[in-house]
């Protein structure tokens, strides 16, 4: 049973979006047990997303759409999806009713006259309901594809891909399926394969990967005759996974590994301060982007000049006049600067060369030392993250430390 | 003259990764005067590369693809191109020493063997140089369509796509191209849209969006018979179009608010300093992560608990206490401190509710405050930042802090 995507909207054929929504659904689909083998975009073009929609309607059992449901006159979706059904369009009075609703609620309500066209589907098609927006989407048999139809807002159509969609295709779909996610960072994604040759043949499972640098996410997706059956399955190869990767797996399902160390922290009780150079804010960027992080981070110090370093943090200008801001020596002393200052129970501290410009032989670009500085006293790391962009390198050097509290808390 | 995008990889159909060579492709292809209505993806399936393959090429005159060059088994693109091409593969000696010397440099000579059919091409394709990567691409002609193949590797694909094959289509493309990206901040999609009614057909020019939130590019593409009418077709449209957003246009070509911002400190030499509450340190990571900022850009505080706003930028305890740390008079306080303590010319300060959680009726989630303090005073705003998540208020609030700057010095 094979699937397809379709996106449609010139925004994307012209590449002026990045499409995200095309990803999500290729994962969500196979997620559900579906193999899905085509993702296409088509522009708003009325003879191409006929052709489109004629043409996957027949090679697959299930496609599912997004786009072209707005207000204005290049959105056509609906009428493609009509015309191909071979059914005329019909107008649905409780829709139009909730679009009046939300005009009159975002105080537009001289544009019902515009909108109203986003109330009429297909004869017969299944309306599915969007709380948030004011484009329903709608299900219809193509032939004999079942076929839905959802807006482009990423939030919205989400939602009722969960709420209105998956439903429909799990019941759809023989058999169950269990799928695991453990939460891999350390090891470089060929060596994460090479550790897991052999898994997929020996389970009868699907291993997937998702590289969301500098972390892997390995998916393991079971397929069986009863939902025991499948969780069963699953929970026997991630265990074999889980073995093979050893304490490189830090967690499992979603989050990060920022995430991971925040939980860490609240569940101890523990608070943390950072102080940062060549990362440059983003260690604390990472950790203040979880909602709640307040309670376990107290805040940091972006020391970008050294001065700052000095003055913020007490770092003496003697220290790094003798080894250089960029050495073992400074970040201990930013650490432990930081966890003193801030009255934290942690200090961590990052100090390194992002690039592209600043490197030595004897310091490289990529060079980041790192230090957590507790109750118990310092330890400081260093690498060099050698492929890579400053960004990259910023990236990888965050993790690392946040690596090394997982470790050490 | 329409040209396809198609991606060749399960990977992709599996929704693993984000598909971000797709709409680089696009943009390109649509900048170089290409009309693109197709960008698809297919999975490592022969029978459906090859029909994808045959239908693209039939219906398109151009045609770019990705993917599939690798050396394992289930790359498979070239043999599938060579079927549709109607011509056998034939190996090239030259690019099968530059694998060798490449596996050399990576100490994996054992390798030569598996990666040996990556210099197997198309009998009479033209070869397309990969001075970074194993698989050299390669450019034949189906039917009557251009088509080219491309490693998947973005660095890899966009080099040879610029150096290797933006000439090609240059030529085949009658006339000439010119685009102007202007960049604006402050004003909602909606909106740019409802100014620019018209420009399109008063100029008979394409005016293309790309939300890159919180920011919108604005792209003015001209065609016309010759170089310099098309310079001057895009110069007179992009002149109304900065007539029509006045100064909600910051700047011109790439970059992003934040660097336009640090352009103008380092060109009038000030030095700045950042306070941050709600932000958590976005704000210094949008300007560290700017190769060269050290030259204006001195560190920061990322106070997020009230205390440490206390200790290390000097607010009163007093002065939270009565306003509360969410107000203008604390986020004036942060931004003179921050300012002071680290010596800059100026001081940024943030602090606000990102929530989702923490709004009250009269501080509601999405409410900031921030404050540039100079040597001629401060200056603070505020907004309820009400649509979108945490991330969305915390971005929203950095871009609207470093638009003050931009507005004051």
Redesign the interface.
Same mark, same amino acid.
């Given at each position: 049973m094979t699937a397809a995507v379709l996106c449609i909207g010139t925004?994307? &054929? @012209? %590449?002026?979006? =990045? $499409?995200?929504n095309? &990803?999500?659904? #290729?994962? !969500?689909?196979?997620r559900i047990g579906l193999e899905? &083998?085509?993702? *296409?975009?088509? *522009?708003d073009?009325r003879g @191409?997303i006929e052709a489109?929609l004629r043409?996957l309607s027949a090679e697959h059992q299930v496609l599912v759409c997004t786009g072209g449901l707005g207000p204005t006159t290049d959105d056509i979706t609906t009428e493609c999806a009509a015309r191909i059904a071979g059914v005329p369009l019909v107008r649905d009075e409780a829709s139009l009713e909730h679009i009046k609703q939300l005009l009159r609620r975002y105080g537009r309500p001289e544009l019902v006259s515009s909108n109203a066209k986003q109330a009429d589907f297909p004869a017969g098609a299944r309306i599915l309901p969007n709380p948030d927006g004011s484009a329903p989407g709608f299900g219809v048999k193509l032939g004999s594809c079942s076929a839905y139809f959802m807006p482009g807002v990423p939030r919205e159509m989400k939602a009722m891909f969960d709420v209105s969609i998956t439903p429909d295709l799990a019941a759809l779909v023989t058999g169950a399926r269990h799928q695991i996610v453990l939460r891999c960072f350390g090891l470089p994604e060929s060596e994460v394969n090479d550790r897991l040759v052999g898994v997929e043949a020996q389970y009868g499972v699907i291993i +997937?990967?998702?590289?969301s640098v500098p972390e892997i996410e390995v998916k393991v997706l079971a397929s069986a005759s009863s939902r025991e059956a499948a969780l069963d399955l699953a929970e026997r190869a991630a265990a074999d996974v889980r073995s093979r990767l050893g304490d490189f797996v830090y967690g499992e399902g979603f989050g990060d590994l920022p995430g991971h160390v925040g939980g860490m922290l609240a569940q101890r009780g523990l608070t943390l301060a950072?102080a940062?150079s060549c &990362?440059?804010? =983003?260690? #604390?960027?990472l =950790?203040? @982007?979880i /909602? +709640? !992080? !307040?309670r376990y981070? =107290? %805040? %940091?110090?972006?020391?970008? #000049?050294n001065?700052?370093k000095t003055?913020?943090l007490g770092v003496p200008a003697e220290l790094i006049a003798a080894h250089g801001a960029v050495s073992a020596e400074v970040a201990r002393a930013m650490a432990e600067g930081v966890r003193q200052?801030?009255?934290a129970d942690l200090g961590l501290a990052f100090t390194g060369i992002a %690039? /592209? *410009?600043g490197g030595t032989a004897e310091k490289p670009v990529g060079l980041v030392h790192w230090a957590l500085a507790t109750a118990n006293g310092t330890q400081a790391a260093q690498r060099v993250f050698g492929v890579g962009d @400053? $960004?990259s390198v910023?990236r990888r050097a965050t993790f690392a430390g946040f690596d090394l509290i997982r470790r050490s808390v």
């Open positions: 925004e994307l &054929t @012209r %590449g002026e979006l =990045l $499409n995200s095309a &990803t999500w659904l #290729a994962e !969500s689909l196979t899905v &083998t085509a993702v *296409d975009c088509v *522009d073009d @191409r489109s043409r +997937g990967y998702r590289a950072i940062e &990362t440059g804010g =983003l260690a #604390a960027e =950790l203040t @982007r /909602p +709640g !992080s !307040s981070f =107290l %805040g %940091g110090v972006v020391a970008y #000049a001065a700052v003055a913020l200052r801030l009255r %690039g /592209p *410009d @400053r $960004n910023r």
